[in-house]
């Protein structure tokens, strides 16, 4: 499985890549911001899983996540956020999230969204 982790706070990054190796993810890719994902997607790298933080600079996870969708990537993305409800978490999920968790991501919460993952590639 390959996972990107697209967030712009370094302490979230480790976090949510030290959780990720310990679930076995061992092919992961960092950056900070919505832009870099969009330009490691189309470098022509695929992902199973990105894990998409809402607010960041350059790029926020909103657009990033329409624009990932209207370039067809399918991987899944979840959206993990400080936000715990609102207009803005809702125009998140409507951008094309398959998943949304509240920050801090702990790892039943990963392990829910993997496991998510794993049901549809058995499809």
Not at 15 to 38: C, D, F, P, W, Y
Not at 95 to 100: E, H, I, K, P, S
């Amino acid at each position: 499985m390959r996972a990107l982790v697209v967030d712009d706070d370094s302490t979230n990054r480790i976090i949510h890549q030290t959780l990720l190796r310990k679930l076995g993810v061992k092919s992961l890719e960092m950056v900070v911001n919505g832009k870099e994902a969009l330009d490691i997607h189309s470098s022509g790298q695929t992902f199973d899983l990105i894990l998409m933080d809402m607010d960041m600079p350059i790029m926020n996870g909103i657009q990033a996540t329409k624009e990932l969708r209207a370039m067809g990537v399918r991987s899944m993305i979840a959206g993990i956020s400080t936000r715990a409800e609102g207009e803005a978490i809702q125009e998140f999920i409507n951008a094309g999230l398959d998943d949304y968790q509240e920050k801090p991501l702990t790892s039943s919460k990963l392990k829910s969204i993997l496991h998510k993952i794993s049901h549809l590639m058995d499809n």
